[in-house]
């Protein structure tokens, strides 16, 4: 499992011209899932989600967590973290998990975040999304489980 971090002052996802979620401070999150991951690939990355320290204290220091500053998340699939394009001019995706395999460990893994006491807010799985957001920092971070 991949999830491609963004910290963010604002983000929304719209489907069809429509906001499906929407956060002010916090994280976005592109979560990418492979065949081989489970249950407790999600559970690893969610629970390290929550208790990254990548806010800025008062000496300046990353050293405050997302629940410290009232955050969210913004959750979106995406399976393209799984693209492969070493070799020749299009990418392959035989390493994205299926979407029977893949939708129910994202749900999973958002729930598992919301366990953590984290507001999340999502996108729509499969579907077309115009991803918006305003980076802070910037600050990325790519989280594997394996």
């Known amino acids: 499992m991949r999830v ?25 999150l592109l979560v990418g ?3 081989e991951d489970r249950e407790a690939d999600a559970e ?6 929550a208790g990254l320290r990548i806010y ?7 050293n405050r967590s997302i629940d ?10 995406q399976f ?5 394009v070493q070799k020749g001019r299009r990418p392959s995706f035989i ?11 994202w749900q999973h893994f958002n729930e598992q975040l919301r366990a953590h006491g984290l507001v999340v807010e999502t996108g729509t799985f499969g579907a077309m999304m115009d991803v918006q957001l305003t980076n802070d920092g910037p600050v990325t971070l790519l989280i594997e489980s394996k």
């Open 4 to 28: 491609l971090l963004q910290r963010a002052k604002h983000a929304s996802v719209t489907v069809d011209e429509e906001i499906v979620g929407s956060i002010d401070t916090g994280y976005v």
């Open 33 to 35: 899932i492979t065949h």
């Open 44 to 49: 690893y990355i969610a629970k390290k989600i």
């Open 56 to 62: 800025e204290d008062e000496e300046g220091k990353m």
């Open 68 to 77: 410290e500053v009232d955050g969210a998340i913004l959750s979106v699939s």
């Open 80 to 84: 393209t973290l799984y693209g492969n």
């Open 95 to 105: 390493e994205a998990a299926r979407p029977e395999h893949a939708e129910p460990l």
